[in-house]
């Protein structure tokens, strides 16, 4: 009877620690998610630690988008130029693009009410998790961080904020999708160009179907960094009450609010 009790309570855990991050199941807003879907594929699914369905959206979003030249459309679409934007539009991809795209949306708020759930089921069987890791190559473990230090990092950076919470593959694949999104855009050098007050040049020099990932890149990483952050620490705080509970309570004894 104990086994099968003990069996039970593992159905679920709340969290993984392991020496490339933490992956933890947690409360989600899923309007928040498909937000987040909603301007850029993955990103929401990458919020739902569900990495490698982010990773594959986020890439197909980077590839399609650049055979179809929807950024630039945009851009010439918000100038008011619109015979501009329905030329520089490539309608061979487009059919590929719209079904993924709603996908991804679709897919990740689904997702995110299931695991609601999940959490749920985890939080009420208590099933317990390992807090430390400890590799050949790296030490992970449940610690308190601050917020704003994650943000502070993300926004010199992107990719730091992850790094700061030891998530060592995703702030991998963000720092490299970084570099390629800021090379390609000729981003630091339209900077340059602007300090010296050469406007024009540092206007034309920027290569507009790259540079309109950036922005949503570098808010994702941000946000990331914090709700992550916020959530790791409510998870050290939950694992610190529950062995207290378990090593440090009396037997026989439930230790309630109020007691002395």
């Keep these: 009877m104990d086994n099968f009790r003990n ?5 679920r855990y709340m969290a993984h620690v392991s020496i490339m991050g933490t992956t933890q199941l947690h409360k989600r807003n899923p309007i928040t998610i498909a937000c987040w879907s909603l301007a850029f594929p ?13 990773y594959v959206l986020i890439l197909w979003e980077l590839f399609i988008n650049q055979k179809i030249h929807l950024n630039l459309a945009m851009v010439h679409t918000f ?6 934007a329905r030329d520089v539009l490539d309608p061979k991809f487009m059919s590929l693009y719209i079904p993924v795209y ?5 897919d990740s708020y689904r997702t995110a009410v299931d695991m609601n759930k999940i959490y749920l089921l985890a939080q009420r069987e208590k099933g317990r998790f390992n807090e430390f890791s400890i590799g050949a190559l790296e030490i992970n473990y449940l610690d308190k961080r ?3 230090i994650a943000v502070v990092w993300s926004m010199g950076i992107p990719s730091l904020g992850q790094l700061y919470l030891n ?23 339209a900077v340059h160009y602007l300090i010296l007050g050469d406007v024009d040049t540092s206007s034309s020099v920027l290569d ?3 540079l309109l990932y950036f922005p949503s890149y570098y808010f994702f990483t941000i946000y990331d960094a914090y709700a992550n952050t916020v959530e790791n620490n409510k998870l050290f705080d939950d694992a610190q009450r529950q062995f207290l509970i378990e090593k440090y309570q009396p037997a026989g004894h439930l230790i309630t609010i109020g007691d002395k």
């Design 7 to 11: 069996q039970f309570r593992n159905r």
């Design 42 to 54: 993955g990103f929401g699914h990458l919020l739902l630690n569900k990495y490698l369905r982010g």
């Design 79 to 84: 100038n008011g130029q619109f015979q501009a």
């Design 102 to 106: 709603l996908f991804a949306i679709y």
């Design 146 to 148: 601050k917020p704003w």
């Design 167 to 189: 998530r060592i593959i995703l702030a991998t694949f963000i720092f490299i999708s970084t570099i390629v999104i800021v090379w390609q855009s000729n981003l630091i050098l």
């Design 208 to 210: 507009k179907q790259w």
